[in-house]
């Protein structure tokens, strides 16, 4: 019996024997796997930086996307409503001498409320006359030669152009001052004879 109890501890110790070495040896790895490792372990964090780089980049613009849209959603809708204020404000002009007319009167104040609506929608009009000519905001419809104003200066608007939030939605038609040419004036007579001669 003590044999066969000295046995049975014999195995029992030679089989955890066997267990802890065969969990040392599948620990140690071999001299090459073991230098590919950090290289390994940095090629994986570089990955997940650049994807979590990515991804946040792509919510920013995912965020700005949806701002612009709530923003300028109602543009189209805005740019058909324009003629509308034209054709009110060149019935108030037109009417200029019967201001104490109650349809000048309504008219004024259907107006005024329509501007005032869509001014809370970020519609605001650009101011034209008498300001200097910005291609950006102004669109030139012809050039009047003018003694007594700046050049390049906005001295008539046909048209008024008006900004959404930060956006142009239409530019205002004018007209541009330019200085009178003050060189020598040529008679037709001359200008024939220049004509002749090329």
Do not use: C
């Not at 070495?21 to 990955?47: G, M, R, Y």
């Not at 205002?172 to 009178?180: G, M």
Request: proline residues 4%; negative net charge; aromatic residues 6%.
């Amino acid at each position: 019996m003590k044999k066969r109890k000295l046995n049975e501890n014999q195995l029992i110790s030679d089989k955890k024997e066997a267990e802890v070495e065969s969990t040392e040896t599948a620990h140690e790895l071999p001299v090459d796997e073991k230098d590919q490792l950090p290289t390994e372990l940095q090629e994986i964090n570089d990955k997940y930086v650049r994807l979590y780089a990515e991804f946040e980049n792509y919510k920013k613009k995912i965020n700005k996307d949806k701002e612009e849209l709530v923003r300028y959603g109602n543009e189209s809708l805005i740019l058909d409503l324009l003629p509308v204020i034209d054709n009110l404000e060149m019935a108030l002009k037109h009417s200029s001498q019967d201001q104490n007319t109650g349809i000048v009167q309504g008219v004024e104040i259907t107006l005024k409320e329509f501007q005032r609506v869509l001014e809370k929608f970020g519609l605001s009009p650009i101011d034209a006359a008498g300001k200097h000519f910005d291609p950006s905001v102004h669109h030139a419809m012809t050039q009047v030669e003018r003694d007594n104003v700046d050049e390049k200066t906005v001295v008539e608007e046909f048209r008024k152009g008006y900004m959404l939030w930060d956006k142009v939605l239409r530019p205002s038609l004018v007209a541009v001052s330019k200085k009178p040419f003050k060189g020598q004036e040529k008679t037709d007579e001359q200008l024939e004879i220049i004509e002749e001669e090329s």
